[in-house]
């Protein structure tokens, strides 16, 4: 929805701010955020042609979402406007303006697998876990997301949690996988931004 | 045991299969038993159905494994290596016996997946070993002037593989065309359209034959820099190009004064994109790669003439660049025999849906639908009725089971209503609902809508909410002739080709599907029983034998009865979850 608002002037996006800020508690952990390692990307893209998206890029993958004091320490730092780097990180999909849990489930709403009846698993799992698409778990632990297409076309319908791919699944099945986690999760009970890795070739 | 070959196919779908489990036990089972055959790895051949896909290569000839896990690959060590006898019902395809899947490879002409499957993606000398960086250095070393390359280009006949299908030849022409003290080439790795994923099986499996598609390129039309700008839900796509691009900086196949011309300067750099379907759209990549929001602008001034950072840029599609190689070292007559008229050679497609042999197939161009779909893609899966395909992706449309036999080629596709596009073919059968196809396409569509054009905005935010609301069984009469015109001013009002083609999928399904439309509308009824909303569960006396498992298991206490007596739904309470369809050992539950 947020890609509507190309027209959207600095105050609402500044609303948008204040409202990931008023969300809940677990949001905008402003003394979380380790400013000082955002600094080697910064330094490695000042001043270069076409930086904003990989600044923007290399902040999330270190805090796993682009806090709002990151957003100021870049602009300041390489005096690329806060309004486009906003416009910018609102704009692409990929970035995200709050943390995410330990454990993201993707669930693919690709062709083949919308035809499969992916809808279903994302359904059973919003009931298990009490969250809406694109919501965290107030433990922090999951977050569930729609991608549109993990090109994992013939093991439809399918689901990435972490490097995992599940294929072939069914709303119980994807139930299943995410209740088991969550049990291991539990007893390990440590939830924090561990940020999954490809399995290595 | 010295010349046995083990190669575990290590794609993107391989490794979601669990390809990575197997090669880390073949390794373990070879140092634990002391065996002593090599081990390799190699990216995706195609046949996604059967991933994944270990190959045994000994002196008898090579044999392909299929539906490898790590319980399966210990016996196929065993009979197979230790004591030489294949395991002939696990085999997909070898050179000394024919398997099942005969007709699948047989249909095949493997262009530009020539290497796909075949070699060590990560290794530059296995791509060198397949004539790989000869067609560069035969340009070069033979001083072939670039007017006479860019004319290979167009005698071959190759159109854009992206979608749009225009002339490639014509386009590296423009771009040499346009003065200027630089230039760029801009490989469109950005394969949105799911259901696709051609790009990422070539980008995985022979990155080289890219990046010497782009080396040609720059010397035909005199650029210096090379972007490629890939998807970032590619990662193993992006790391092998990565490394591909540092390999060729090492044989100096990138960098300055490439292939001993002095001032012949060209080097790549990887762009990951951030998750966009728009930037697929040339400007808005373009925009994309610039730093800024991805958001399509007017042409002209085209790419050509002004593009990244102002300068004149060509782009290409993955595919396309891929083909390049080939046709320079074979000849364009060798492509262009291939195909007929203004559709030469071959194209690269995504089988997915309800199909048996789910995955890609290379065919040349001309070949019907129904061919794709029986021959190579082996039918629909449990043999169920074939209702139509989608081309084209959330641009395309779907061409219905009666116009199966449409020869696959630029014009015919257009006629039917969908396009070619990036080549995702979703098959479809008589369980798909079409208007829920069409309502899921305007879903994607509107909300990878940039939001520039009022009608892409805000026009395919109503026609979503138009059937979103006949799936729910809400429809009204006047919905029909109002997606209709919403449809045209879309086509007419909009900048690129996102808004252009969004309608597409429905106005297709209006053509070739209206009654299902009106069936949705006029007796809340879906025809394919597909929409929830719209179905009615009942129980068949006859059938039922009173066993309570469906009462049991309602979740919402919907269903009546005692044991061993006839059951009862209510409908009021029934929400249609279709638990006790599942539940009912005696088919005594019917839906319509």
């Known amino acids: ?201 | 045991m010295e010349n046995v070959k083990i190669i575990v196919g290590l794609g993107s779908c391989g490794i979601a299969a669990g390809a990575g489990k197997v090669y880390d036990e073949i390794a373990r089972i070879k140092e634990a038993d002391n065996l002593t055959f090599d081990l390799a790895k190699t990216s995706c051949i195609g046949m996604c159905f059967r991933e994944p896909l270990v190959e045994i290569i000994d002196e008898t000839g090579s044999y392909l494994y299929g539906e490898v896990d790590v319980k399966r690959i210990d016996e196929i060590i065993e009979k197979h290596i230790v004591n030489f006898s294949p395991i002939k019902e696990y085999i997909v395809k070898s050179d000394q016996f024919d398997t099942p899947y005969k007709d699948y490879f047989d249909g095949q002409v493997k262009i530009t997946l020539r290497n796909c499957g075949n070699i060590d993606p990560e290794h530059i000398t296995e791509y060198e070993n397949k004539s790989g960086y000869q067609a560069i250095k035969k340009i070069t070393s033979e001083k072939v002037p670039p007017e006479d390359v860019i004319k290979s280009v167009m005698d071959s006949g190759i159109r854009g593989r992206g979608g749009a299908g225009f002339s490639t030849g014509m386009k590296w022409n423009f771009a040499r065309n346009s003065k200027s003290d630089e230039k760029y080439i801009v490989c469109n790795a950005d394969e949105g359209d799911p259901g696709a994923f051609m790009d990422r099986s070539v980008l995985e499996g022979d990155p080289h034959s890219v990046l010497e598609g782009m080396i040609i390129c720059a010397y035909a039309i005199g650029a210096n820099h090379g972007y490629i700008y890939c998807r970032a839900e590619y990662p193993l796509a992006v790391k092998r190009l990565n490394l591909a691009i540092n390999q060729a900086r090492e044989r100096k196949y990138l960098g300055t004064n490439l292939f001993g011309i002095e001032s012949f300067d060209f080097d790549i750099i990887v762009k990951e994109g951030a998750g966009a379907f728009v930037c697929g759209e040339e400007t808005a990549l373009m925009a994309s790669i610039e730093g800024q929001r991805g958001m399509p602008r007017k042409r002209p001034p085209f790419p050509a003439v002004q593009g990244l950072w102002k300068k004149p840029t060509n782009i290409n599609n993955v595919e396309t660049f891929a083909n390049i190689p080939w046709i320079i070292l074979n000849g364009p007559a060798a492509y262009s025999q291939y195909g007929k008229e203004k559709n030469r050679g071959t194209k690269v497609f995504a089988l997915t849906g309800k199909i048996k042999n789910g995955g890609l197939v290379e065919v040349p161009m001309g070949i019907t639908i129904k061919d794709i779909i029986y021959k190579l893609g082996g039918g629909i899966i449990d043999d169920k009725k074939f209702k139509a395909v989608q081309l084209g992706g959330p641009s395309g449309g779907c061409i219905p089971e009666y116009l199966s036999d449409t020869p696959i080629d630029y014009e015919s596709v257009t006629a039917t209503g969908a396009i070619m596009g990036s080549g995702g073919m979703v098959v479809m059968d008589e369980t798909t609902c079409m208007v829920d196809v069409a309502r899921f396409f305007l879903d994607f569509t509107q909300k990878e809508s940039c939001g520039k054009c009022t009608f892409c905005r805000i026009g395919t935010k109503r026609m979503l909410e138009i059937l979103t609301r006949i799936t729910q069984g809400e429809g009204r009469e006047e919905d029909i002739p109002a997606l209709e015109e919403l449809a045209t001013r879309i086509k007419d009002a909009t900048l690129c080709g996102l808004g252009n083609s969004a309608p597409n999928p429905v106005l297709t399904t209006l053509k070739y599907f209206r009654n299902e439309y009106e069936a949705h509308i006029r007796d809340k009824k879906c025809p394919s029983l597909y929409c929830k909303k719209l179905l009615t569960y009942e129980v068949i006396p006859d059938k039922c034998t009173g066993c309570v498992v469906c009462k049991r298991g309602c979740p919402v206490g919907a269903i009546d009865g005692d044991k061993k007596v006839v059951h009862f739904i209510h409908q009021e309470l029934c929400t249609k979850c279709g638990d006790c369809y599942s539940k009912c050992k005696f088919d005594a539950i019917k839906i319509y």
């Open chain 1, 1 to 201: 929805m947020f890609r509507f608002s190309f027209f959207i002037n600095s105050i609402k996006m500044n609303m948008r701010v204040s409202r990931i800020k008023l969300s809940s508690g677990i949001s905008e952990p402003g003394l979380d955020v380790d400013l000082l390692l955002i600094d080697p990307v910064i330094e490695r893209y000042k001043g270069k042609q076409g930086n904003l998206i990989p600044l923007l890029q290399g902040a999330q993958n270190i805090y796993g979402y682009i806090p709002k004091s990151v957003f100021d320490k870049i602009s300041s730092e390489t005096g690329l406007k806060k309004n486009d780097l906003y416009g910018v990180a609102t704009f692409y999909a990929q970035f995200r303006l709050k943390p995410v849990g330990k454990v993201v489930v993707r669930v693919c709403h690709g062709t083949a697998c919308h035809v499969q009846n992916a809808t279903k698993i994302t359904e059973d799992i919003q009931t298990f876990l009490n969250v809406k698409d694109g919501e965290t778990t107030e433990d922090r632990l999951f977050t569930l997301e729609s991608v549109a297409c993990l090109g994992c076309c013939s093991l439809a319908p399918c689901m990435m949690i972490g490097d995992e791919t599940f294929g072939k699944l069914n709303g119980k099945k994807a139930v299943e996988v995410v209740k088991n986690i969550k049990r291991k999760e539990t007893l390990d009970n440590k939830p924090n931004q561990s940020k999954p890795e490809l399995w290595k070739t």
